[in-house]
């Protein structure tokens, strides 16, 4: 591990270590980190108690934060016609068909969020080995695949979040800004944690929210209580 910088030693020694902090205290004590020269995301990240190899339990979704995450996201639609055009009011970047996935084909991927319209999968499909290690591949679960498309484009350009679990179980999303007034952080996150409950895969047997943690771009993490 490479050397860790002046501030964020200083941060970490107001850290409190594995101790878990009510999410009020957590927010507080991670908003009291020193500064950098740019706003920085909070993130939170949650190790669930579930079996990621086994497909049953696989724990993905979208959800729109009730005070957003602080960002406009660039969002891109495969659509044709009608639908093309309401995409393109709505605000996406980049509206296509087979052009648009001939595109991507050649490597381009500026963008944070993928919609298509069910009508473009035979478009789409072809992408997955693309961008479904970036995350960005449309599944309906995750409401990218939708026949609203303009709907879908305007909910997460404004900041609607897409998750889903990693390989050991864990699931890492954006609860807005570190500027951002303490109780919209909090909202967010308990928003975020009630999600993940209504998600719960049926027959997890045990603690479902194992433990969570806050942290911000460049700080260290801080254990939240979970009730």
């Not at 002046?6 to 941060?11: C, I, M, S, T």
């Not at 740019?38 to 979208?62: H, M, N, W, Y």
């Not at 991927?109 to 478009?123: E, L, N």
């Not at 954006?174 to 993940?196: C, D, Q, Y």
Request: cysteine-free; proline content about 6%.
């Amino acid at each position: 591990m490479g050397k860790r910088s002046k501030r964020y030693r200083e941060a970490a020694g107001r850290a409190p270590g594995q101790t878990p902090l009510p999410l009020a205290d957590a927010v507080k004590t991670l908003q009291g980190f020193p500064g950098t020269k740019f706003d920085e995301t909070v993130e939170i990240a949650v190790k669930l108690g579930i079996d990621p190899r086994q497909s049953t339990q696989v724990v993905r979704g979208a959800i729109s934060l009730p005070h957003g995450i602080g960002k406009e996201l660039r969002v891109i639609a495969f659509a044709e016609g009608e639908i093309a055009q309401a995409a393109r009011n709505a605000g996406a970047v980049e509206v296509g068909a087979e052009d648009l996935a001939k595109r991507i084909e050649e490597g381009w991927t500026d963008f944070d969020v993928a919609v298509a319209h069910p009508g473009m999968m035979r478009f789409v499909g072809k992408l997955g080995r693309i961008l479904g290690p970036q995350g960005k591949m449309p599944s309906p679960k995750a409401g990218t695949v939708t026949d609203n498309v303009a709907t879908a484009v305007a909910e997460f350009r404004a900041g609607k979040i897409e998750f889903r679990n990693d390989a050991g179980g864990n699931v890492h999303a954006p609860v807005g800004k570190k500027s951002f007034p303490a109780e919209k952080i909090e909202a967010n996150v308990r928003a975020f944690l009630e999600h993940l409950e209504a998600v719960k895969p049926t027959g997890i047997k045990g603690t479902y929210l194992v433990k969570a943690s806050l942290s911000t771009t460049m700080s260290p993490g801080i254990r939240l209580v979970l009730s």
